[in-house]
């Protein structure tokens, strides 16, 4: 994993999480790092790495969710020359690429039971076997591990072994979503933007327009730091104007009217929790719960309708005839609705 971390936030919770990383990395000690994906648990891997007494050795990482179960404990432990149909010749494995140095597994809880169990003994016992030898080998490698499960929940179902878990978890770190990091999605909207605007060789940064930033605030960001990565990079190098604030942004690139429908042989999909719709556009209808807190129905109205406007408007580059066709209305009607809402004003 050849990366230089680069940690981007202000939040409490974000912090707190990262000073975490720093105090653990100089133990040879086990660590677990739980998060959703796009929280950034591989930079944290390697804080730990990097901060610690082996950063001078390398940084081995597997994902053991990318490799089908037959090949993971191979890719493990590796496995000497006809130990298997293919093994033509011997092949250390990722502990032995690791040693003195730190092996960090992605998707830990992926692993089948067989691996889990062989991984326990390289844990407790600093040694492995490669596939076809009755040989141990030695190694000293310090193991971090990143999840999105809930391992002990897994551990209690049967499904991950507990002693396994216990020997992993001497420290556990548990990086916040995005959607709880307070103020942290305008920094890095500007940092990713601004790196964006610089690759695309922009003069200068013109930033996001008001109604821009509000929406990329209140978006819930179930693919997290990732997730907004992608959205405020597309954003940016669909914008033609670098002198004027970018004015649209997209939360889901496969939305388009062209869309293929779905084919009638196929079953529609599970209606997605109510936090997932309430995510996924700007403009969709209000939940229940915000419903609850209207006092001012014409207030509230024309604000969701201002916000309609002013969200066509920045996608249609302040194009009004193609916003008023987009919206149906005249381009009369579209003229009365962004004096009505002092729009004109607010685009400079």
Same mark, same amino acid.
């Given at each position: 994993?050849?990366?230089?971390?680069?940690?981007? !936030?202000?939040?409490?919770?974000?912090?707190?999480?990262?000073?975490? =990383?720093?105090?653990? =990395?100089?133990?040879?000690?086990?660590?677990?790092?739980?998060?959703?994906?796009?929280?950034?648990?591989?930079?944290?891997?390697?804080?730990?790495?990097?901060?610690?007494?082996?950063?001078?050795?390398?940084?081995?990482?597997?994902?053991?969710?990318?490799?089908?179960?037959?090949?993971?404990?191979?890719?493990?432990?590796?496995?000497?020359?006809?130990?298997?149909?293919?093994?033509?010749?011997?092949?250390?494995?990722?502990?032995?690429?690791?040693?003195?140095?730190?092996?960090?597994?992605?998707?830990?809880?992926?692993?089948?039971?067989?691996?889990?169990?062989?991984?326990?003994?390289?844990?407790?016992?600093?040694?492995?076997?490669?596939?076809?030898?009755?040989?141990?080998?030695?190694?000293?490698?310090?193991?971090?591990? @990143?999840?999105?499960?809930?391992?002990?929940?897994?551990?209690?179902?049967?499904?991950?072994?507990?002693?396994?878990?216990?020997?992993?978890?001497?420290?556990?770190?548990?990086?916040?979503?995005?959607?709880?990091?307070?103020?942290?999605? !305008?920094?890095? =909207?500007?940092?990713?933007?601004?790196?964006?605007?610089?690759?695309?060789? &922009?003069?200068?940064?013109?930033?996001?327009?008001?109604?821009? =930033?509000?929406?990329?605030?209140?978006? @819930? &960001?179930?693919?997290?730091?990732?997730?907004?990565?992608?959205?405020?990079?597309?954003?940016?190098?669909?914008?033609?104007?670098?002198?004027?604030?970018?004015?649209?942004?997209?939360?889901?690139?496969?939305?388009?009217? &062209?869309?293929?429908?779905?084919?009638?042989?196929?079953?529609?999909?599970? @209606?997605?929790?109510?936090?997932?719709?309430?995510?996924?556009?700007?403009?969709?209808?209000?939940?229940?719960?915000?419903?609850?807190?209207?006092?001012?129905?014409?207030?509230?109205?024309?604000?969701?309708?201002?916000?309609?406007?002013?969200?066509?408007?920045?996608?249609?580059? &302040?194009?009004?005839?193609?916003?008023?066709?987009?919206?149906?209305?005249?381009?009369?009607?579209?003229?009365?609705?962004?004096?009505?809402?002092?729009?004109?004003?607010?685009?400079?």
């Amino acid at each position: 994993m050849e990366r230089s971390s680069q940690f981007v !936030g202000q939040s409490g919770a974000f912090l707190d999480a990262v000073e975490r =990383a720093s105090r653990a =990395a100089p133990m040879s000690r086990p660590v677990l790092v739980i998060g959703e994906r796009g929280t950034g648990k591989e930079l944290i891997a390697e804080r730990l790495h990097r901060l610690s007494s082996r950063w001078g050795e390398p940084l081995v990482t597997m994902n053991c969710a990318a490799l089908p179960e037959t090949l993971i404990e191979a890719e493990l432990f590796g496995h000497e020359a006809g130990a298997f149909t293919g093994a033509t010749k011997t092949r250390v494995g990722r502990f032995e690429e690791a040693d003195k140095g730190t092996l960090f597994l992605d998707e830990l809880g992926t692993l089948s039971m067989g691996a889990q169990e062989r991984l326990l003994r390289a844990v407790e016992y600093g040694e492995v076997t490669r596939i076809g030898s009755s040989r141990p080998i030695q190694v000293d490698v310090r193991i971090v591990a @990143a999840t999105n499960e809930d391992l002990p929940a897994l551990a209690k179902s049967g499904d991950f072994r507990a002693d396994l878990l216990d020997r992993l978890s001497f420290e556990v770190i548990t990086l916040p979503p995005l959607r709880v990091r307070e103020g942290d999605v !305008g920094v890095l =909207a500007e940092y990713f933007g601004r790196r964006m605007g610089s690759e695309l060789g &922009w003069e200068a940064w013109p930033g996001f327009a008001g109604h821009v =930033a509000q929406q990329l605030d209140k978006y @819930a &960001w179930p693919g997290n730091v990732r997730e907004l990565r992608n959205v405020v990079e597309r954003a940016v190098y669909r914008w033609d104007n670098w002198g004027e604030p970018i004015a649209h942004v997209q939360f889901d690139p496969f939305d388009s009217p &062209w869309k293929p429908l779905t084919p009638s042989h196929r079953k529609p999909t599970a @209606a997605a929790p109510a936090s997932d719709q309430a995510a996924t556009s700007p403009n969709e209808v209000s939940s229940s719960a915000q419903l609850d807190t209207v006092d001012d129905l014409r207030g509230a109205v024309d604000a969701h309708e201002r916000s309609i406007v002013e969200h066509a408007l920045g996608k249609h580059r &302040w194009n009004q005839r193609q916003t008023a066709k987009a919206l149906g209305l005249s381009y009369d009607q579209l003229r009365h609705c962004i004096k009505k809402h002092g729009l004109i004003e607010s685009s400079d």
